[in-house]
C-alpha cells in the first residue's frame, strides 16, 4: 500500500478559453477527492480566458493557498507548447495529467502510484477511462487499454496506447525526451 504521505505529486492541468468552468470545477475537484493527495495542481493557462474561468481558478488559489500554482501564458500557443513549458515548472518528480473536462476516480493515482512503487524502473503508468459526453455518470465507451510492454508496443502500431489525462509520469524522464 503506498504511504499516502511520501509520494509527493503534481497535478498538470492546462486550461484555455474553450473550457467549460463546470467542467474546470469537476476535474479539478476530481484531483483534490483523490485517496493519495497532491503536494501541488499546476494549472497552465494558455491564452487570454474569460471572467468565469479566471473565477474558477482564483478561487481554487484563495481556497487552497499553496496547493495551486497558476502560470498565465498571455498567448495560446497550443496544448503541446504549454505543456512542455510548464512541466519543468512543477515542484515534483511524478505528475498527474488530466484536463480541465476529465473526470479522475478517487483511487487513480493511488493505485498508479502502487504501480511505480512495485516497478520503480517505470517511466508512465497510465490507466483504462470511461468516456463520457455531459454526463460522468453516464458513460459512452470503456476504453480497455494495453497493459503489457509487449501489448503497448503493439496497439502503439496502430494507435496510442495511453491517454492522457490519464497518466502519471516521471518529470525527468519526459524532460529528458523534450531535449
Same mark, same amino acid.
Request: some cysteine; charged content about 25%.
Given at each position: ?31 483534490? $477527492? ?9 494549472? $497552465? ?34 496544448? $503541446? ?84 489525462? $490519464? ?13
Amino acid at each position: 500500500m503506498t504511504d499516502k504521505h511520501n509520494f509527493p505529486y503534481s497535478v498538470l492541468m492546462p486550461v484555455y478559453h474553450g473550457d467549460n468552468p463546470d467542467y474546470l470545477t469537476v476535474a479539478v475537484d476530481s484531483m483534490l $477527492a483523490q485517496t493519495l493527495k497532491p503536494e501541488e495542481v499546476f494549472i $497552465a493557462v494558455y491564452g487570454p480566458i474569460g471572467d468565469e474561468l479566471s473565477g474558477v481558478i482564483e478561487g481554487y488559489r484563495r481556497k487552497y493557498g499553496g496547493l495551486f500554482t497558476v502560470k498565465y501564458y498571455p498567448e495560446s500557443r497550443g496544448i $503541446a507548447l504549454t505543456l512542455k513549458d510548464s512541466l519543468p515548472l512543477c515542484r515534483n518528480e511524478f505528475i498527474a495529467r488530466t484536463d480541465a473536462d476529465d473526470y479522475s476516480a478517487p483511487e487513480r493515482v493511488e493505485k498508479q502510484a502502487e504501480v511505480f512503487e512495485k516497478n520503480p524502473s517505470f517511466s508512465i503508468v497510465g490507466c483504462n477511462v470511461d468516456e463520457f459526453t455531459d454526463d460522468i455518470t453516464k458513460p459512452v465507451s470503456h476504453v480497455v487499454l494495453p497493459e503489457t510492454t509487449e501489448e503497448i508496443f503493439k496497439f502503439a502500431r496502430r494507435r496510442t496506447p495511453m491517454r492522457h489525462p $490519464a497518466m502519471l509520469y516521471k518529470k525527468s524522464e519526459v524532460m529528458t525526451q523534450l531535449s
